[in-house]
């Protein structure tokens, strides 16, 4: 499978069995290496929580493409209310689709919809482990560090985590470290850093840490655009 990064904590990943999208956050990010219109053939689109940097262009792309979006139940509520075709689901519940399994994790944050309206609840912010091709991959979401993290490595041994470092709204560079200790996946991804000047930082120097204090994990820090085939 391909995992291809498109900026912030938008990851495509192409299998055998399908694309999905997680996090589409396009139209107004800065870094991001794709448009909305560029995706045709979707399986599933991905939500982690109802901020904008995260639900970005989610709705107009499943509306284009047809792909359902899977995401909590508050927030695939409020997408179907769009127009959206969905499947809801909740913190600690797997569903096997077509394309893989896929299972809520928890994460430490918000995930209220901005509308011009003011704010909508979104239920729970939530993080992905998703199986594909047999192998398990965790999307941490945004989130702080927390010590079940540990748990999620040891029930489903990992082959690629995805982690954030930006620090200000999600774990920095030095608790993802320590994240990455726990959840013991043979690769780890950065993610959400660099778009904007709140959450700048130093990969090379998190890529440093990480050789140092997590031997067993391999850190690629992937360019928009950039993906690891495993
Ligand atoms: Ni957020
Ligand atoms: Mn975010």
Known sequence: MRIVFHGHACFEIKTQDGNILIDPFLNGNPQADVKPEDFTDLAAILITHGHGDHLGDALKISLNTGAMIISTSEL???????GAKTHAMHIGGKYRFPFGTVKLTPAWHGSGIKTEKGMIYGGLACGFLLQLEGRWLYHAGDTGLFSDMELIGRRHPLEVA???IGDNYV????????AAQLVRAKYIIPMHYNTFPVIEQDVGEFLTMLQRKAPESRGIALAPGEYLEI
Do not use: F, H, R, S
């Not at 695939?76 to 769009?82: D, N």
């Not at 774990?171 to 320590?178: C, E, I, L, N, R």
């Open 171 to 178: 774990m920095g560079p030095d608790d993802a470290v320590y």
């Open 76 to 82: 695939a509520a409020y997408c179907q209310g769009q």
């Open 162 to 164: 995805l982690l954030p």
